[in-house]
């Protein structure tokens, strides 16, 4: 073994700094924690080839160790050499006490801060404990405002299903923005204060996190053009509302198309007794909630890639009627100078069991990698966006809907 590897003071210092940075240090102050010290540092040493070859070495090395803080405790072994004789060499380095470590490392002051937001946590909240063995490090972050932390936790723990905005909430010292950039680490801590019967499971994510806990979350909007002047409400055309209100809006429709792309919905043409519904993410989700589009003929137009399939499955499953528009293979080697690629992380791969068949075989191409460019070139996440379609193309094929 070279003197190279021979363990260093800085060794040593940095065994010690990863037992910090696992948490490790902080995770033994904890109540019931199994005792981490005395502790015992891995001690890389000369062999005994190396003391017959670089005698004056191991001497240096050893120099060099008897020089360490004296919060290192070394435990030394004899060795008979046959050419060198007995000799004493290090062989085991400890720290006796967690002080000692955290005076090595200079971080008492942070650990007595550690033990103080503890304290205050196991208090009012022992169920938190696991928690705090497994996430210390992520506690202490946020030390400064740990108080507040734990305000958040009682008020919730004290008014369930409120039904109240957030920005209504009531908590000393606590604002909505507060809340608002924390909902990740409040979500895990919410869910093991609270009764089961005081969160709601169906609502996860940050964007879940009012409605999981009881509070009010601002109304869903959708956007709704309608296609017809005819049905003006009050020489209104273009409107947005919430969707319990969208839910009671009686007008004499006869057919509803539904896209998520903007630009398609403002340049789409207009049609007799259509309405055109228009909304990002969620919305589409809760348009199941809207009881008159179960009668009527539903049209979806998204994109032709897998995340475009994967939302009509989605839509399918509060709609079952809903029909796609020019989401068809036709519509996709019409435009094949206009292919795009989606995003890897964007892609679906699921089954999505309420396509129709010929929606599958699409699908399925997308998903495999099948679909060949008209030259005969393979193309990889292919991705057909809706605002490529051209306007005459879609005017022509309205007429069949």
């Not at 919060?71 to 720290?95: C, F, M, S, T």
């Not at 020019?326 to 989606?342: F, N, P, S, V």
């Not at 099948?370 to 379609?389: A, C, D, G, I, M």
Request: hydrophobic fraction near 40%; include cysteine.
């Amino acid at each position: 073994m070279s003197k190279q590897n021979w363990t260093t003071q800085t060794d040593l210092h940095s065994q010690l700094l990863r037992f910090w940075e696992k948490g490790e240090l902080l995770r033994t102050r904890l109540p019931h924690a199994a005792a981490l010290f005395p502790l015992q540092l891995r001690l890389k040493k000369p062999n005994s080839q190396d003391m017959g070859n670089n005698f004056e070495q191991v001497r240096h090395w050893i120099n060099q160790l008897q020089q360490l803080d004296k919060r290192y405790r070394l435990a030394w072994k004899e060795i008979n050499h046959r050419q060198l004789g007995r000799n004493h060499i290090p062989d085991q380095v400890w720290i006796e006490q967690p002080e000692d470590a955290l005076g090595l490392l200079g971080q008492q002051r942070t650990a007595q801060q550690f033990d103080q937001l503890v304290a205050n946590t196991l208090d009012d909240f022992p169920e938190l404990l696991p928690w705090l063995e497994k996430n210390p490090l992520l506690a202490l972050e946020h030390a400064a405002s740990w108080h507040k932390v734990l305000a958040v936790l009682r008020w919730f723990r004290k008014h369930p299903h409120s039904g109240l905005y957030l920005r209504q909430l009531d908590i000393s010292g606590v604002d909505t923005k507060f809340i608002e950039q924390r909902r990740g680490l409040l979500s895990k801590l919410l869910d093991l204060v609270l009764p089961a019967g005081h969160i709601d499971e169906q609502w996860r994510g940050a964007d879940g996190f009012t409605r999981r806990y009881g509070l009010q979350d601002k109304p869903l909007r959708v956007r709704l053009r309608i296609l017809d002047s005819k049905l003006a409400i009050a020489g209104l055309t273009d409107l947005e509302l919430p969707v319990a209100q969208l839910a009671r809006l009686h007008l004499p429709v006869q057919k509803v198309f539904v896209t998520e792309n903007e630009i398609n919905a403002l340049a789409f043409p207009d049609q007799p007794g259509a309405i055109l519904l228009f909304g990002q993410g969620y919305a589409l989700n809760t348009l199941g909630q809207i009881p008159w589009l179960a009668r009527l003929p539903l049209y979806y137009w998204g994109d032709i890639d897998t995340h475009g399939f994967a939302i009509l499955n989605r839509l399918r499953s509060h709609l079952p009627h809903t029909q796609s528009l020019l989401m068809d293979t036709a519509t996709l080697l019409h435009h094949h100078e206009m292919w795009g690629q989606e995003p890897e992380d964007k892609r679906c791969t699921s089954e999505l069991p309420l396509l129709t068949d010929s929606e599958q075989e699409l699908y399925s191409a997308l998903r495999d990698n099948t679909l060949q460019t008209p030259s005969r070139q393979s193309v990889k996440n292919l991705r057909f966006e809706q605002e490529h379609v051209r306007f005459a193309w879609l005017q022509n094929h309205l007429t069949d809907y």
